[in-house]
């Protein structure tokens, strides 16, 4: 089992910057991709951006080059810097890890980011 808890969601401008962090207890994979997604009242939940155990990275093109995803491997803890930030990326983000070994995915309970005046 993996637990993953969410934090640095809030209420920023446009343009502005937030960043996410997701801290991952319990039983980490040796092989896993970690990312991020965002669901919208009324919408699906979308992939943002997601990285590998070996560190390659995948961005959905919304947000490519305005967001990074990171991981610090020793604190089994994952980021998202978010900049330039825009109204329509105003959802609840949420961290999730897969584990390619078993297909199991375990996600947190999400942090809301909104963007507004």
């Known amino acids: 089992q993996v637990q993953l808890v969410e934090s640095g969601g809030g209420l920023v401008q446009p343009g502005g910057s937030l960043r996410l962090s997701c801290a991952a207890s319990g039983i980490i994979p040796n092989l896993y991709v970690m990312g991020w997604a965002r669901q919208s009242p009324g919408k699906q939940r979308d992939w943002v951006a997601r990285?590998?155990?070996?560190?390659?990275?995948l961005y959905a093109e919304s947000v490519q080059g305005r967001f990074t995803i990171s991981r610090d491997s020793a604190k089994n803890t994952e980021y998202l810097q978010m900049n330039s930030l825009r109204p329509e990326d105003t959802a609840v983000y949420y961290c999730?890890?897969?584990?390619?070994?078993?297909?199991?995915?375990?996600w947190g309970n999400g942090t809301l980011v909104t963007v507004s005046k």
């Open positions: 999730n890890i897969h584990d390619i070994s078993s297909g199991m995915d375990y």
């Open positions: 990285i590998s155990s070996a560190g390659g990275t």
